[in-house]
């Protein structure tokens, strides 16, 4: 039990475009969501944290406007990457759970902005 | 923000020894929590830890939660290949904010 399923596990795609990643909670309601950013070689940011039906409390340093968080249902919660740009290239995860305690986390998405 | 000081930042070992690694803080946390992440996957919980002095198992793994509440290590006895992957601290503290660690690299060789 507790799965979680990331939609696409990669995903290339052109500078200036946007691109969306959705986190999927399979056999359980996820009251909360949350969204990691990981560089190579390296550790989990955690990007964003959302919980059903409100809005998302971004980390400080992480642009809201960029990175659109939806988390409509208990089963599903989306992230866009806006105007994508290369520096925006990196493993996004997402995990889902009751808080931060109690998350099971996702296979993740690969982004490669060109 | 509170850091985590992950050491060591890689261990390339023996199969069948003993694996030592441990997470220090100049901040104290409520929780910690170790995970392990296989590449081109999420992280998996290994084991949680609620309360200082804590230890706790988890088959061939064991963890502490420090008496400072600065500082957890997690050791795995006798290892095997599939230990092979990255392994990760994160603390959560009374104010809600949560840190990961840098990682700890595993290699096995068999």
């Known amino acids: 039990g507790a799965v979680v399923s990331q939609h696409p596990s990669w995903v290339i795609c052109k500078s200036g475009t946007s691109v969306k990643i959705e986190c999927r909670s399979l056999?359980?309601?996820?009251?909360?969501m949350f969204w990691y950013r990981q560089f190579p070689k390296q550790s989990l940011m955690l990007m964003a944290t959302?919980?059903?039906?409100?809005?998302?409390?971004?980390e400080q340093g992480v642009e809201k406007d960029k990175f659109l968080i939806n988390h409509a249902s208990l089963t599903l919660s989306t992230l866009t990457v806006t105007s994508a740009h290369p520096e925006d290239s990196s493993f996004y995860i997402c995990?889902?759970?009751?808080?931060?305690?109690?998350?099971?986390f996702g296979p993740g998405t690969r982004l490669t902005v060109t | 923000g509170q850091q985590l000081n992950q050491s060591p930042q890689s261990m390339f070992i023996q199969e069948g020894e003993d694996v030592s690694m441990n997470c220090t803080s100049s901040s104290i946390f409520n929780t910690w929590l170790w995970y392990k992440q296989d590449p081109g996957e999420g992280p998996v919980l290994l084991i949680a830890l609620y309360k200082a002095g804590e230890l706790t198992s988890n088959g061939r793994l064991t963890a502490q939660f420090g008496i400072t509440r600065k500082d957890s290590f997690l050791n795995i006895s006798a290892s095997i290949p599939s230990d092979v992957g990255i392994y990760f601290c994160a603390g959560y503290t009374n104010a809600g904010k949560s840190t990961f660690g840098d990682g700890t690299t595993l290699t096995v060789k068999p």
């Open positions: 995990s889902g759970g009751q808080d931060f305690y109690e998350q099971y």
């Open positions: 056999d359980f309601q996820a009251t909360t």
């Open positions: 959302s919980n059903e039906g409100s809005k998302a409390t971004y």
